[in-house]
Protein backbone atom coordinates (compact mmCIF):
# COMPACT_ATOMS: atom_id res chain seq x y z
CA UNK A 1 0.00 0.00 0.00
CA UNK A 2 1.31 3.69 -0.59
CA UNK A 3 1.35 6.12 1.83
CA UNK A 4 2.05 9.36 1.35
CA UNK A 5 0.82 12.95 2.99
CA UNK A 6 -2.58 14.32 2.03
CA UNK A 7 -4.55 16.91 3.37
CA UNK A 8 -3.33 20.36 2.12
CA UNK A 9 -4.65 23.96 2.42
CA UNK A 10 -5.36 25.10 -0.98
CA UNK A 11 -6.31 28.57 0.54
CA UNK A 12 -8.03 30.58 3.25
CA UNK A 13 -9.14 33.63 4.40
CA UNK A 14 -10.74 35.76 6.72
CA UNK A 15 -12.55 38.75 6.16
CA UNK A 16 -12.02 41.98 7.50
CA UNK A 17 -15.16 43.80 6.77
CA UNK A 18 -18.54 42.32 5.97
CA UNK A 19 -18.89 40.56 2.15
CA UNK A 20 -21.95 39.09 0.55
CA UNK A 21 -19.60 36.50 -1.20
CA UNK A 22 -16.70 34.36 -0.68
CA UNK A 23 -14.77 33.15 -3.74
CA UNK A 24 -12.15 30.61 -4.31
CA UNK A 25 -10.61 30.31 -7.63
CA UNK A 26 -8.05 29.02 -10.16
CA UNK A 27 -8.24 26.08 -7.99
CA UNK A 28 -5.57 23.49 -9.25
CA UNK A 29 -7.25 20.01 -10.78
CA UNK A 30 -4.46 18.29 -8.34
CA UNK A 31 -6.91 16.99 -5.94
CA UNK A 32 -9.41 14.20 -5.87
CA UNK A 33 -11.59 15.80 -3.70
CA UNK A 34 -11.90 18.83 -1.86
CA UNK A 35 -13.33 20.30 1.94
CA UNK A 36 -14.15 23.70 2.37
CA UNK A 37 -14.43 24.62 5.81
CA UNK A 38 -16.73 28.03 6.75
CA UNK A 39 -16.80 29.55 10.22
CA UNK A 40 -18.56 33.02 11.14
CA UNK A 41 -21.60 34.98 11.50
CA UNK A 42 -23.97 36.67 9.53
CA UNK A 43 -25.15 40.46 10.09
CA UNK A 44 -28.35 39.09 11.53
CA UNK A 45 -30.10 35.56 12.27
CA UNK A 46 -30.74 33.00 9.70
CA UNK A 47 -29.36 33.99 6.72
CA UNK A 48 -29.14 30.96 4.56
CA UNK A 49 -25.54 29.85 2.67
CA UNK A 50 -25.63 29.56 -1.12
CA UNK A 51 -22.87 27.76 -3.24
CA UNK A 52 -22.07 27.57 -7.16
CA UNK A 53 -19.81 26.64 -9.05
CA UNK A 54 -17.48 27.94 -11.86
CA UNK A 55 -20.02 30.90 -11.57
CA UNK A 56 -22.68 29.00 -13.09
CA UNK A 57 -25.86 30.62 -12.51
CA UNK A 58 -28.09 28.64 -14.96
CA UNK A 59 -30.75 26.12 -13.61
CA UNK A 60 -28.46 23.35 -12.88
CA UNK A 61 -28.42 22.53 -9.25
CA UNK A 62 -29.96 20.66 -6.84
CA UNK A 63 -30.08 19.30 -3.40
CA UNK A 64 -31.83 17.55 -1.16
CA UNK A 65 -31.44 17.78 2.75
CA UNK A 66 -32.10 17.01 6.41
CA UNK A 67 -32.55 18.81 9.04
CA UNK A 68 -33.33 19.32 12.58
CA UNK A 69 -33.50 22.49 15.62
CA UNK A 70 -34.00 20.60 18.54
CA UNK A 71 -37.73 20.00 18.52
CA UNK A 72 -38.59 18.95 15.00
CA UNK A 73 -36.62 17.10 11.85
CA UNK A 74 -37.11 17.48 8.18
CA UNK A 75 -36.18 16.95 4.69
CA UNK A 76 -37.11 18.78 1.80
CA UNK A 77 -35.10 19.08 -2.54
CA UNK A 78 -34.95 22.25 -4.16
CA UNK A 79 -34.75 20.77 -8.38
CA UNK A 80 -33.95 22.97 -11.10
CA UNK A 81 -32.63 25.94 -9.08
CA UNK A 82 -29.56 28.34 -9.23
CA UNK A 83 -27.19 27.55 -6.96
CA UNK A 84 -27.50 25.04 -3.93
CA UNK A 85 -29.17 26.17 -0.70
CA UNK A 86 -27.19 24.16 1.77
CA UNK A 87 -28.72 25.35 4.81
CA UNK A 88 -32.11 24.99 6.65
CA UNK A 89 -31.70 25.76 9.97
CA UNK A 90 -28.23 25.19 10.41
CA UNK A 91 -27.39 28.92 8.76
CA UNK A 92 -25.58 32.04 9.90
CA UNK A 93 -26.62 33.83 12.27
CA UNK A 94 -25.11 36.60 14.86
CA UNK A 95 -23.71 33.38 17.13
CA UNK A 96 -20.94 31.27 15.46
CA UNK A 97 -21.71 28.73 12.49
CA UNK A 98 -19.72 26.64 11.05
CA UNK A 99 -20.12 24.92 7.87
CA UNK A 100 -18.11 21.94 6.02
CA UNK A 101 -18.31 20.97 2.65
CA UNK A 102 -16.83 18.07 0.79
CA UNK A 103 -17.17 18.49 -3.03
CA UNK A 104 -16.26 14.47 -4.62
CA UNK A 105 -14.06 14.15 -7.63
CA UNK A 106 -14.15 17.54 -8.20
CA UNK A 107 -11.96 17.70 -11.34
CA UNK A 108 -13.25 14.72 -12.94
CA UNK A 109 -14.70 15.42 -16.32
CA UNK A 110 -17.17 12.52 -16.83
CA UNK A 111 -19.21 12.68 -14.18
CA UNK A 112 -21.88 15.86 -12.71
CA UNK A 113 -20.26 17.21 -9.67
CA UNK A 114 -21.65 16.26 -6.10
CA UNK A 115 -20.92 17.53 -2.52
CA UNK A 116 -22.08 16.33 1.09
CA UNK A 117 -22.75 19.48 3.62
CA UNK A 118 -22.82 19.86 7.13
CA UNK A 119 -24.35 22.97 8.53
CA UNK A 120 -24.10 23.65 12.03
CA UNK A 121 -25.96 27.12 13.97
CA UNK A 122 -25.78 26.26 17.87
CA UNK A 123 -28.41 28.90 18.24
CA UNK A 124 -30.75 27.83 15.62
CA UNK A 125 -29.98 24.11 14.40
CA UNK A 126 -28.32 21.47 12.09
CA UNK A 127 -28.45 20.47 8.41
CA UNK A 128 -26.80 17.60 6.60
CA UNK A 129 -27.24 18.12 2.50
CA UNK A 130 -26.29 16.65 -0.73
CA UNK A 131 -25.82 18.37 -3.57
CA UNK A 132 -25.50 18.48 -7.43
CA UNK A 133 -24.13 20.25 -10.06
CA UNK A 134 -25.17 18.86 -13.51
CA UNK A 135 -22.10 19.74 -15.15
CA UNK A 136 -19.03 17.62 -16.01
CA UNK A 137 -16.67 20.19 -16.31
CA UNK A 138 -13.70 20.70 -14.01
CA UNK A 139 -14.67 22.73 -10.64
CA UNK A 140 -12.08 25.77 -10.55
CA UNK A 141 -13.86 27.87 -8.78
CA UNK A 142 -16.25 27.74 -5.86
CA UNK A 143 -18.89 30.96 -5.03
CA UNK A 144 -20.16 30.92 -1.68
CA UNK A 145 -22.83 33.32 -1.60
CA UNK A 146 -25.73 35.20 0.75
CA UNK A 147 -28.54 36.93 -0.43
CA UNK A 148 -31.45 39.57 0.25
CA UNK A 149 -29.50 41.54 2.76
CA UNK A 150 -27.76 38.71 4.39
CA UNK A 151 -23.75 38.91 4.29
CA UNK A 152 -20.35 37.35 5.92
CA UNK A 153 -18.97 39.41 8.53
CA UNK A 154 -15.36 41.05 9.42
CA UNK A 155 -13.63 37.33 10.97
CA UNK A 156 -15.78 34.98 9.35
CA UNK A 157 -12.60 32.51 8.19
CA UNK A 158 -13.06 30.03 5.23
CA UNK A 159 -9.95 27.88 4.29
CA UNK A 160 -10.28 25.38 1.39
CA UNK A 161 -8.50 21.96 1.72
CA UNK A 162 -7.18 19.59 -1.13
CA UNK A 163 -7.29 15.49 -1.02
CA UNK A 164 -5.35 13.43 -2.76
CA UNK A 165 -5.88 9.65 -2.86
CA UNK A 166 -2.82 7.24 -3.59
CA UNK B 1 13.71 28.75 18.86
CA UNK B 2 14.11 28.11 22.82
CA UNK B 3 10.79 28.37 23.32
CA UNK B 4 10.16 25.53 21.75
CA UNK B 5 12.87 23.79 22.88
CA UNK B 6 11.70 24.42 26.23
CA UNK B 7 7.89 23.25 25.29
CA UNK B 8 9.27 20.35 23.52
CA UNK B 9 11.37 18.79 26.33
CA UNK B 10 8.19 19.25 28.79
CA UNK B 11 5.70 17.17 26.77
CA UNK B 12 5.43 14.16 26.64
CA UNK B 13 3.77 11.18 23.75
CA UNK B 14 3.61 12.33 20.45
CA UNK B 15 4.00 16.06 19.35
CA UNK B 16 2.29 17.39 16.39
CA UNK B 17 3.94 17.18 13.21
CA UNK B 18 2.23 19.20 10.45
CA UNK B 19 1.79 17.93 6.57
CA UNK B 20 2.20 14.37 7.97
CA UNK B 21 -1.31 13.44 10.22
CA UNK B 22 -3.64 12.51 7.11
CA UNK B 23 -2.41 9.79 4.75
CA UNK B 24 -4.10 8.34 1.89
CA UNK B 25 -3.00 4.40 2.14
CA UNK B 26 -4.60 2.93 -0.65
CA UNK B 27 -7.50 3.13 -3.78
CA UNK B 28 -9.41 0.64 -5.25
CA UNK B 29 -11.25 1.79 -8.42
CA UNK B 30 -14.17 0.20 -9.65
CA UNK B 31 -14.37 -1.62 -13.30
CA UNK B 32 -17.75 -2.64 -13.52
CA UNK B 33 -16.98 -6.36 -13.19
CA UNK B 34 -17.50 -6.88 -9.04
CA UNK B 35 -20.09 -5.79 -6.42
CA UNK B 36 -17.27 -6.26 -3.47
CA UNK B 37 -14.40 -4.16 -3.35
CA UNK B 38 -11.52 -4.81 -0.28
CA UNK B 39 -8.74 -3.27 1.68
CA UNK B 40 -6.82 -5.53 2.63
CA UNK B 41 -2.99 -5.62 5.02
CA UNK B 42 -4.36 -2.04 6.72
CA UNK B 43 -1.55 -1.15 8.68
CA UNK B 44 -1.87 -0.25 12.42
CA UNK B 45 -0.04 2.66 12.64
CA UNK B 46 -2.88 5.35 12.09
CA UNK B 47 -5.65 6.25 15.49
CA UNK B 48 -8.71 6.90 12.81
CA UNK B 49 -9.62 5.63 9.38
CA UNK B 50 -12.07 7.59 6.31
CA UNK B 51 -12.91 6.02 3.15
CA UNK B 52 -14.24 8.83 0.56
CA UNK B 53 -16.39 7.42 -1.71
CA UNK B 54 -17.97 8.36 -4.80
CA UNK B 55 -19.58 5.75 -7.41
CA UNK B 56 -21.87 3.75 -8.31
CA UNK B 57 -23.93 0.43 -8.47
CA UNK B 58 -26.16 -1.20 -11.37
CA UNK B 59 -28.96 -1.70 -9.55
CA UNK B 60 -31.98 -1.61 -11.88
CA UNK B 61 -34.84 -2.01 -9.81
CA UNK B 62 -34.59 0.96 -7.99
CA UNK B 63 -33.02 4.52 -7.68
CA UNK B 64 -30.73 3.64 -4.82
CA UNK B 65 -29.46 1.11 -2.89
CA UNK B 66 -27.11 0.71 0.55
CA UNK B 67 -24.02 -0.91 1.21
CA UNK B 68 -22.87 -3.26 3.72
CA UNK B 69 -19.45 -2.67 5.33
CA UNK B 70 -17.46 -6.05 6.59
CA UNK B 71 -14.32 -6.37 8.72
CA UNK B 72 -11.80 -8.68 8.61
CA UNK B 73 -14.37 -10.87 6.40
CA UNK B 74 -16.58 -11.39 9.52
CA UNK B 75 -19.96 -11.93 7.85
CA UNK B 76 -21.58 -12.67 11.16
CA UNK B 77 -24.69 -10.22 10.78
CA UNK B 78 -25.11 -10.31 15.03
CA UNK B 79 -22.03 -8.73 15.03
CA UNK B 80 -23.19 -5.83 13.43
CA UNK B 81 -25.50 -3.36 14.46
CA UNK B 82 -26.69 0.17 13.53
CA UNK B 83 -28.59 3.23 14.01
CA UNK B 84 -29.17 5.54 11.14
CA UNK B 85 -30.89 8.89 10.44
CA UNK B 86 -31.97 9.65 6.85
CA UNK B 87 -34.22 12.60 4.88
CA UNK B 88 -35.86 11.73 1.57
CA UNK B 89 -36.50 15.11 0.07
CA UNK B 90 -40.18 15.48 1.47
CA UNK B 91 -39.37 13.48 5.60
CA UNK B 92 -37.07 12.66 8.08
CA UNK B 93 -36.74 8.86 9.23
CA UNK B 94 -34.67 7.02 11.53
CA UNK B 95 -34.01 3.42 12.43
CA UNK B 96 -31.77 0.56 12.79
CA UNK B 97 -30.76 -2.91 11.95
CA UNK B 98 -28.85 -6.03 13.45
CA UNK B 99 -27.45 -6.73 10.26
CA UNK B 100 -24.45 -5.72 8.20
CA UNK B 101 -26.72 -5.04 5.33
CA UNK B 102 -27.36 -1.10 5.30
CA UNK B 103 -24.19 -0.34 6.90
CA UNK B 104 -22.24 2.11 4.68
CA UNK B 105 -23.16 4.48 2.33
CA UNK B 106 -25.89 4.80 -0.37
CA UNK B 107 -25.18 4.16 -4.07
CA UNK B 108 -26.97 5.30 -6.52
CA UNK B 109 -27.84 3.23 -10.16
CA UNK B 110 -26.05 3.42 -13.64
CA UNK B 111 -27.13 6.02 -16.32
CA UNK B 112 -27.57 8.93 -14.76
CA UNK B 113 -24.02 10.27 -15.04
CA UNK B 114 -24.09 11.22 -11.44
CA UNK B 115 -21.79 9.39 -8.93
CA UNK B 116 -23.01 9.07 -4.95
CA UNK B 117 -20.57 10.90 -2.47
CA UNK B 118 -19.95 9.29 0.97
CA UNK B 119 -17.16 9.82 4.12
CA UNK B 120 -16.90 6.99 6.67
CA UNK B 121 -14.78 7.36 9.52
CA UNK B 122 -13.61 3.94 10.95
CA UNK B 123 -12.35 4.81 14.51
CA UNK B 124 -9.58 3.68 17.17
CA UNK B 125 -9.56 0.79 14.82
CA UNK B 126 -6.09 -0.80 15.96
CA UNK B 127 -7.65 -0.48 19.44
CA UNK B 128 -7.66 -4.01 20.58
CA UNK B 129 -9.39 -3.10 23.65
CA UNK B 130 -12.69 -1.88 22.38
CA UNK B 131 -15.28 -2.82 19.99
CA UNK B 132 -15.31 -0.48 16.62
CA UNK B 133 -17.53 1.80 15.22
CA UNK B 134 -18.15 3.61 12.36
CA UNK B 135 -19.63 7.26 11.40
CA UNK B 136 -20.68 7.68 8.13
CA UNK B 137 -22.25 10.48 5.49
CA UNK B 138 -23.54 9.63 2.70
CA UNK B 139 -26.05 11.23 0.34
CA UNK B 140 -27.58 11.12 -3.15
CA UNK B 141 -28.63 14.18 -4.84
CA UNK B 142 -30.36 13.75 -8.91
CA UNK B 143 -32.27 16.65 -8.86
CA UNK B 144 -35.57 14.29 -8.81
CA UNK B 145 -35.02 12.48 -6.43
CA UNK B 146 -32.48 11.67 -3.72
CA UNK B 147 -31.58 10.47 -0.21
CA UNK B 148 -29.20 11.76 2.66
CA UNK B 149 -28.05 9.59 5.43
CA UNK B 150 -26.16 9.45 8.75
CA UNK B 151 -25.10 6.32 9.97
CA UNK B 152 -23.38 4.82 12.92
CA UNK B 153 -22.19 1.31 13.20
CA UNK B 154 -20.63 -0.93 15.62
CA UNK B 155 -19.22 -4.13 14.88
CA UNK B 156 -19.02 -6.12 17.90
CA UNK B 157 -15.62 -7.13 18.57
CA UNK B 158 -12.14 -6.25 19.83
CA UNK B 159 -9.76 -6.85 16.90
CA UNK B 160 -7.85 -4.90 15.34
CA UNK B 161 -8.96 -3.95 11.99
CA UNK B 162 -6.85 -5.20 9.14
CA UNK B 163 -9.29 -5.49 6.29
CA UNK B 164 -12.16 -4.16 5.22
CA UNK B 165 -14.92 -4.66 2.36
CA UNK B 166 -17.93 -2.95 0.91
CA UNK B 167 -20.45 -5.01 -0.33
CA UNK B 168 -23.11 -4.27 -2.85
CA UNK B 169 -26.11 -6.62 -2.36
CA UNK B 170 -27.79 -5.28 -5.59
CA UNK B 171 -25.26 -5.28 -8.39
CA UNK B 172 -21.92 -4.48 -9.38
CA UNK B 173 -19.86 -1.32 -8.71
CA UNK B 174 -19.49 1.33 -11.91
CA UNK B 175 -16.79 1.53 -13.92
CA UNK B 176 -14.80 4.39 -12.53
CA UNK B 177 -16.52 4.62 -8.81
CA UNK B 178 -13.15 5.55 -6.64
CA UNK B 179 -12.80 4.05 -3.26
CA UNK B 180 -9.97 6.17 -1.23
CA UNK B 181 -8.57 4.49 2.40
CA UNK B 182 -6.97 7.36 4.37
CA UNK B 183 -5.20 7.10 7.55
CA UNK B 184 -5.36 9.95 10.52
CA UNK B 185 -2.68 9.90 13.05
Known amino acids: MAAGNTYTQIASTTLGSSSTTINFTSIPSTYTDLVLVLQGTANSNYWDLYVRFNSDTASNYSVTRLFGNGSTAGSNRLSNDTLIQTTYYGNLGTGQSTQILNVMNYSNTTTNKTMLVRANNAANGVDASAGLWRSTA??????????SGGSFQAGTTASLYGITAA | MPMLGIMASAISGNLWAPGKDFDSIATVTATGSSATISFTSIPSTYRHLQIRVTGGISYSSNAYDALAIQFNSDTTTTNYNQHYLAGSGSSAYAGNYTSVRNAATWMIQSNTGIFSPGVIDILDYANTNKNKTVRSLSGIDFNTDGEIFFNSTLWMNT???????LVSASGVFLNNSSFALYGAK
Do not use: D, V
Open chain 1, 138 to 147: AITAINLLMF
Open chain 2, 159 to 165: AAITSIS
